[in-house]
């Protein structure tokens, strides 16, 4: 497969560690049932050899499903598998090493934060910070003028003067000038857009089924804004949803 290179492939976890300890391994695929340390525990140990290492396990039991999640596993491929579920698996690495990569990262579960290379951003205003939770609340979909009108001011001011929607929305271009990321935002006649492809955010990889993710979130999410209080209901669900059916699948085998 284009992009990827077989480093080393073990059937002693010992020695995977010995190996993962002197060569950079970015990716590792392994089995969870195995004699003596199993893959839970390999796993760990890679990962404190390499914080970023991406963890992919590979079961016949979907009972660990839940073990995994817990474990902050990247993704779990269940046996049997052919070649092209080992495609998205490696489609799905190549995705978080991109994600891995990028300076803009905003946090959504709880408050919303923006960090630009691992440090929060302060904003001209709170109505700037508003304004840029909003649109990647709309997850790089067009965010009119009178959506943000009505997100941010209420719907009794829709037909107010512009002043105040003008004002911020310099305010949060200024924001982002301060820290090299103007190119985040598009910006149209009467709406404004987030460039998604450039940033990354745990409302982004819960949506994508990222297990950390999943795990992060514990009902609370851009908990500032009214206007999120939908999305904070449908992301439960979602969740409930996905455990279940992971014990299900335990209970089942």
Known sequence: MPDFEIVGKFTNPDQAIAYASSHVVDFALLDIDMPGMN????????????????IVFATAHPKFAVDALRMKADYMI????????????????????????KRFFFRTFGAFDMLV????????????????????????????????VECLWGEDTVNADSTGYRRTIKELTDT??????????????????LRLELVDSDYQRFLEGDSDAICQFQGSFLHQYSWAE????????????????LSRRGESQ
């Open 176 to 193: 982002l000038r301060d820290y090299a990321a103007e190119e985040l935002i598009l910006r149209a006649r009467g709406s404004l857009q």
């Open 117 to 148: 290379d691992g440090e929060p951003v302060r904003f001209r205003s709170a109505k700037a910070k508003e304004l840029m939770a909003l649109c990647l609340y709309r997850q790089g979909c067009p965010t009119s003028i009178h959506e943000i």
């Open 230 to 245: 939908p999305m904070t209901c449908a992301l439960q669900e979602k969740k409930e949803l996905i455990l279940a059916r």
């Open 39 to 54: 893959g839970m525990e390999l796993a760990q140990r890679l990962r404190k050899i390499r914080r970023d290492i991406i």
């Open 78 to 101: 269940f046996k049997p598998f052919d070649r092209d579920d080992i495609a998205d698996v490696m489609e799905r690495a190549k995705l978080l090493r991109r994600r891995q990569n």
